[in-house]
Structures are given as structure tokens and as C-alpha cells.
């Protein structure tokens, strides 16, 4: 396991600025969210011209990408293009979102079955993000996905599971089929609180993903909104700090 960090933790900023400084804050990998309704960074902006996105971030930053992640689901081709973008990239690992809760269980199914399909012919691993509002919200849905559809995995959330609708249930089952990791620390009122102060049993956490054997990414992944009064330097450097030192 190696630690990431998105770059929706300062999603408040520039995308190429936010790379700056959480170089500066000590992290090597990251993951990049792309949000349509953002300025941090369009998904239609990214595929309108794949080759010179390639070129201004080699030229802007050092971080090594290790995953993309969509807050809002794409279209098929945008999802094409972006796991071109993977490949030309190195980038193993995609998360998309489930769709929201009321959906039919059988259209999500071919949904992610035609964008496995797209992601298994790039050679990039495709999860579901388990996320309040939406059909991962409990984790029997969420597994039910995975069991759907061969090959897709969960990019899990805990702190949904903590600060949600179904915080009082065991969320065990889910860990065989996770394929990606996102953290910040949370309690059953706040979705985001400073680094500590939280529920989120983190060594509980990983002994249960080492358990299946998951050596792949933990990426912090902290709302910008949230961070109140908190210093965000140092709350992204206590987590990266926190998990490194876990991971000994």
C-alpha cells in the first residue's frame, strides 16, 4: 500500500496550482478528480486535447498520477477518452460514481458493464465509490454491484459508512472487492473533521485490507469546504504523516 493524495483537497484551486503545493506538502502520488461543474479541472476541458494536457503537467508538476476519479458520471466517450488518457499516463485505476438511489438495479449493471467493457481494453482497473445519496450508500447494495458485474470494484469511502444513513451496520463485507482507498477523518455528525478527532479506526482499516491482500492506493481526500479554520497544510500533512507511518 503507498499513500496519495486527490487534488480535490484543494479543489478550491487552480489544478496545476493545487499539484504545486501538495508537492510542497510532501506527497509524491496523486490522484486527479475532475468535476464538469469545477474550474479545478473539466473532464470535457481534459479530452478536447489529450496530448497537450500530457505536456502541460509533465512541464507543471513532479507527482507521479496513480488514479482518476469523476464526481459526476461522464458519457461513454469522454470515458473512452479518459482511459486513453490512463494508458498514455500509467494510470491503473479509475473511480466513477454510482448512480443515485432510486435507480434500477438493472440499468446500473449495464452501465457498468459497457464501461468495463471501455476500461478493461485499456488495461485500467474500474471501481464504484461507495457514497451517501447513492446505490453503494449501504454496503450489501455495493457488494450486490461487484457481484453483478464481474471485474468492477469499490473505491471505498468510509467515512459515508460512519457519517450516513447506515452508520449503525458493519461495513466488513465490502473489503474483498475494494480496489481503491479514500480517507479523511470523520465522526457520525461531520463528514470532515481535523485529523484525529475522528472515528475512523485507520489501523483497523488497513490489518482488514492487508487481509485481502490490497496493495494498492490510500488517497487522502479532503472536502475544501471543510476545512474551517484549520490550517489545510497542515491537516494534509498530519494525514500523510498518519498513514505513512501505519504502513511501516
Not at 509524491?28 to 478536447?48: A, C, G, M, Q, Y
Not at 472487492?177 to 489501523?203: A, F
Request: with cysteine; aromatic share 10%.
Amino acid at each position: 500500500m503507498y499513500v496519495a493524495v486527490t487534488s480535490r483537497c484543494l479543489g478550491d484551486l487552480p489544478f496545476f496550482d493545487a499539484c504545486s503545493l501538495l508537492a510542497d506538502y510532501g506527497y509524491t502520488r496523486i490522484e486527479f478528480w475532475l468535476d464538469e461543474n469545477s474550474d479545478h479541472l473539466k473532464p470535457s476541458d481534459v479530452v478536447s486535447d489529450l496530448e497537450g494536457f500530457i505536456s502541460r503537467y509533465r512541464d507543471a508538476s513532479r507527482l507521479t498520477p496513480v488514479a482518476f476519479c469523476f464526481e459526476q458520471p461522464v458519457d461513454v466517450e469522454t470515458f473512452r477518452e479518459m482511459t486513453r488518457l490512463a494508458k498514455l499516463m500509467r494510470v491503473a485505476q479509475i473511480t466513477v460514481p454510482s448512480t443515485p438511489l432510486g435507480t434500477p438495479f438493472n440499468a446500473e449493471i449495464e452501465r457498468l458493464q459497457e464501461l468495463l467493457q471501455i476500461s478493461n481494453a485499456a488495461g485500467v482497473q474500474l471501481s464504484i465509490r461507495t457514497r451517501t445519496g447513492h446505490l453503494t450508500e449501504d454496503a450489501h447494495t455495493a457488494v450486490e454491484l461487484c457481484q453483478a458485474v464481474s471485474g468492477v470494484g469499490l473505491s471505498l469511502d468510509p467515512s459515508y459508512y460512519i457519517c450516513g444513513p447506515h452508520n449503525a451496520e458493519s461495513y466488513d463485507q465490502v473489503y474483498p472487492y475494494v480496489y481503491h482507498v479514500y480517507l479523511r477523518d470523520t465522526t457520525p455528525e461531520e463528514i470532515q473533521v481535523q485529523v484525529g478527532l475522528g472515528d475512523v479506526d485507520y489501523s483497523r482499516l488497513i490489518s482488514q485490507l492487508r487481509r485481502e491482500d490490497y496493495d494498492r492506493t490510500l488517497s487522502v481526500d479532503f472536502f475544501p469546504d471543510q476545512y474551517g479554520e484549520l490550517d489545510r497544510a497542515l491537516e494534509l500533512r498530519k494525514m500523510r504523516m498518519l498513514l505513512e507511518s501505519l504502513l511501516l
